[in-house]
């Protein structure tokens, strides 16, 4: 029997690894109790006011969506940028289908973009799906973005440079002035998407005010999330802020009622709970510095984080093995190969009992592998 056609593209794209499943490691190793620390979700869950309208949208569920995108992309313009309007806006089924989108409205005919080797894989997913190429350019030394690297890579068939800061799986942050620089010399063609979906937990002052160039009409996309600060990762709410013509043109990717009002009226009262976002923020703050010194009294070397999880590099034992002894004693964490970081793993902060478990854990494997004393 004679095949059908397959899209090379599509064919010789790798496919998106998911973080593993308690339920899956519950059953391999037979464990009562697993921690997820794998997939930089919320450490507390989402707020009360968000699972009440849920549950009241479920009402109409047999409705198709009507106008709570519209709704929510107002109300977003209100609270993030009030010189913006609905229009600057589009909501996607999480951020990584608002990555699609842009991906799919930028890169055709070939066509190529730029991103680093360590970052959120999608950027290099999408990109060959759609039949475009990666140029991908190394962190530095301090797993910074070379972003004058990322300069010299651009050349007049570069559509989308990819810029996540944080940066997923490192945690580091493009600051302003270095940011600026490069907006200054980046060429007027390009696209330059700045995932900013851990904004949230920045704590560093240096962080640049990216919707200041989506105000200037810049070719300037800002990607944020529901995913994780409002803890609806399951929901599937993630957005765009751009010029209303680059938001006008990309929502021409839209799938249609690409996202229920189940979880857009979950994400609008989300934004309502300022106690349990401020509870939420802090949580994750707090558990971030508690791993950052407790990998130092460990002996290992952590990159210094703004987002809700903190990566360590080239541990004792090497990645896999670590994963693999953590696994065995029920602390899912994130070994990141395919994040383009070979030799490190990257753990989310959970809850404090969480947090402290796990710690307990890695200092037991370490002594017990005669790593430290």
Do not use: W
Request: net charge negative.
């Amino acid at each position: 029997m004679k095949r059908p056609r397959f899209n090379p593209n599509l064919q010789n794209t790798p496919v998106y690894v998911a973080g593993r499943a308690i339920e899956e490691i519950q059953e391999k190793y037979g464990l009562e109790r697993v921690v997820k620390l794998a997939s930089n979700e919320s450490p507390i869950g989402p707020s009360p006011l968000a699972v009440q309208a849920a549950l009241e949208a479920l009402g109409q569920a047999h409705r198709y969506p009507g106008v709570a995108d519209a709704n929510l992309r107002r109300k977003l313009a209100e609270r993030l940028a009030p010189d913006l309007s609905e229009e600057n806006f589009v909501v996607g089924n999480g951020a990584t289908d608002v990555i699609r989108m842009v991906t799919q409205a930028f890169t055709f005919d070939g066509g190529n973009n730029v991103m680093a080797t360590a970052t959120f894989p999608m950027y290099h997913i999408l990109t060959a799906a759609y039949g475009g190429s990666c140029r991908t350019v190394s962190l530095t030394p301090t797993f910074d973005f070379d972003l004058a690297g990322i300069l010299n890579q651009i050349d007049d068939d570069t559509r989308i440079v990819f810029l996540c800061s944080p940066n997923n799986p490192t945690g580091k942050i493009i600051a302003h002035n270095d940011l600026a620089r490069f907006m200054r010399e980046v060429p007027e063609h390009v696209v330059v998407l700045l995932d900013e979906s851990y904004y949230d937990y920045v704590a560093d002052a240096h962080y640049p005010d990216s919707l200041s160039y989506v105000r200037e009409g810049r070719n300037v996309i800002v990607l944020r999330s529901f995913s994780k600060a409002s803890g609806l990762a399951n929901l599937r709410v993630g957005y765009m802020i751009a010029p209303a013509e680059i938001a006008g043109y990309v929502r021409h990717a839209l799938l249609p009622f690409n996202t229920s009002d189940i979880a857009l009226a979950a994400a609008s009262a989300s934004m309502d709970d300022d106690e349990f976002n401020q509870n939420q923020r802090q949580t994750v703050l707090a558990g971030r510095a508690y791993f950052e010194s407790a990998f130092d009294e460990l002996d290992l070397f952590a990159i210094h984080s703004q987002a809700n999880f903190v990566t360590i590099v080239e541990p004792p034992l090497g990645a896999a093995r670590l994963t693999e002894l953590l696994l065995q004693r029920g602390f899912i964490v994130r070994e990141l190969t395919t994040f383009g970081m070979k030799n490190a793993l990257r753990v989310s902060v959970g809850a404090p009992d969480e947090n402290e478990a796990f710690v307990r854990a890695l200092k037991t494997i370490l002594e017990t592998e005669g790593v430290t004393a």
